[in-house]
Antibody, heavy 123, light 111 residues
Framework: QLQLVESGGGVVQPGMFLRLSCAAS????????LHWVRQAPGKGLEWVAS?????????YTADSVKGRFTISRDNSKNTLYLQMNNLKLEDTAVYYC???????????????WGKGTTVTVSS | EIVLTQFPGTLSLSPGEGATLSCRAS???????LAWYQQRPGQAPRLLIY???SRASGIPDRFAGGGSGTDFTLTITRLEPEDFAVYSC????????????FGQGTKVEIK
């Protein structure tokens, strides 16, 4: 069974950077797209970025983080990354990785989630 | 950009009761692009419903999704203790640059 485990969270000052990782185990995620989704304290879920399956490698990023966050993947390591630069106070959140599930007919959704890693941006 | 509005914000119910949660889109969307998630306290979200009405693997049949156009519902019959959680709807937007949007969530709490 696929498991996703995020790491790399921590406490940083505004303007600094972090790189989050999401390691997959159980089977290869290369046939699948992957997402990053975040949740600020006491708030709802917010989509951050997505990357298509290994063959496509298209990347999509929410306007709120465009130009600062970059999603990437290393299929040889079965791992997803999120490079977060110029962090802002409002980036404080739990960051989840999730698998891009579905088909054009069924629609696209997030069907496997990690437990999340916490990022705190504070001066 | 399509905005999803969920209501009510909080539902206070007793175990064994039924619950109806609503998700309204700011414009008409395809049923296939609407999903629901459950998030228990301190846990990651879990996919419940995709395509507006299809239950995800392992989801009990007391959960049912419905609706079309701009108005969608998640119905839970006979609330179990583990069903008290936050429920969020999500829309997938097609296009050259796809996006995913979530509603703000409905909390189902024990009365």
């Amino acid at each position: 069974q696929l498991q996703l485990v995020e790491s790399g969270g921590g406490v940083v000052q505004p303007g600094m950077f972090l790189r989050l990782s999401c390691a997959a185990s159980g089977y290869s995620v290369s046939p699948y797209g992957l997402h990053w989704v975040r949740q600020a304290p006491g708030k709802g879920l917010e989509w951050v970025a997505s990357i298509s399956h290994a063959g496509g490698d298209d990347k999509y990023t929410a306007d709120s983080v465009k130009g600062r966050f970059t999603i990437s993947r290393d299929n040889s390591k079965n791992t997803l990354y999120l490079q977060m630069n110029n962090l802002k106070l409002e980036d404080t959140a739990v960051y989840y990785c999730a698998r891009w599930g579905g088909t054009p007919r069924s629609g696209y959704y997030m069907d496997v989630w990690g437990k999340g890693t916490t990022v705190t941006v504070s001066s | 950009e399509i905005v999803l509005t969920q209501f009510p914000g909080t539902l206070s119910l007793s175990p064994g009761e039924g619950a109806t949660l609503s998700c309204r889109a700011s414009q008409s969307i395809s049923n296939s692009d609407l999903a629901w998630y459950q998030q228990r306290p301190g846990q990651a979200p879990r996919l419940l419903i995709y395509g507006a009405s299809s239950r995800a693997s392992g989801i009990p049949d007391r959960f049912a999704g419905g609706g079309s156009g701009t108005d969608f519902t998640l119905t839970i019959t006979r609330l179990e203790p583990e069903d008290f959680a936050v429920y969020s709807c999500q829309h997938y937007h097609h296009g050259g640059s796809p996006t995913w949007t979530f509603g703000q969530g409905t909390k189902v709490e024990i009365k």
